[in-house]
């Protein structure tokens, strides 16, 4: 008989409730899940000396927790994705994270419960998720958007966002919700994006973007 192997969460924050309710959330994300709960820096470091970790939630403000931590944790675990959680507003703070961090996706703390739980799925999927605080102050169009080639194809601001959000493999629903707009509404600019990129669907715009972008 095959056994299934075990899926690995490591949950980090110095707020023992906060803890208990992203195990609690956490159930239905993974068959065979196993939690393991850490409240600093210190014991994330031993916890991942101990276990393979499939996936990391990170507080970005507890103990022992700051930039150069999360860089060098990207360096010692190239392959863990690392979703950060924070009361943190700051859409530089977020973009560094991205940048030099190598995070895989922010959650703000004040996003509600299945907004975290989309965002990990979307994760675990192999996308990233960018939280509207990002979009909504332009940061994400620097990281992310070429803007030589944006402007080669007459992208507003909006529909560098949907390309964006588009090339991370968010569904029409989860685009909506991270720009808060309606689907219809995104249907729309989806059907723009594609008539300023000269593509027909969403595989080829995706291929386009991320040959032009990151070729050059």
Not at 66 to 85: E, I
Not at 86 to 109: H, T
Not at 207 to 215: D, E, H, K, N, P
């Amino acid at each position: 008989m095959t056994r299934t192997k075990m899926f690995n969460v490591l949950i980090a924050d110095d707020h023992e409730l906060i803890r208990q309710a992203m195990q609690k959330l956490l159930m239905h994300l993974q068959p065979r899940l196993v939690s393991h709960l850490v409240a600093d820096w210190d014991e994330l470091l031993q916890a991942l000396s101990q276990t393979k970790m499939d996936l990391a939630i990170v507080d970005l403000h507890m103990p022992g927790s700051d930039m150069q931590k999360f860089v060098t944790l990207a360096r010692d675990y190239p392959d863990l994705p690392v979703v950060v959680v924070s009361a943190e507003s700051n859409p530089d703070v977020v973009q560094a994270l991205f940048a030099e961090g190598n995070i895989k996706g922010f959650v703000p703390k004040t996003d509600q419960a299945s907004v975290l739980f989309s965002a990990l799925q979307l994760v675990l999927s192999g996308g990233k998720y960018i939280p509207s605080l990002m979009l909504s102050n332009n940061k994400v169009a620097a990281p992310f958007v070429n803007p030589q080639t944006s402007e080669g194809w007459g992208l507003s601001g909006r529909l560098q966002e949907i390309l964006v959000l588009l090339s991370q493999g968010l569904s029409n629903k989860m685009i909506a919700r991270q720009l808060g707009i309606s689907d219809l509404t995104v249907k729309t600019h989806i059907s723009m994006l594609f008539r300023h990129m000269g593509v027909k669907n969403r595989a080829e715009a995706i291929a386009l973007y991320l040959r032009q972008t990151l070729g050059q």
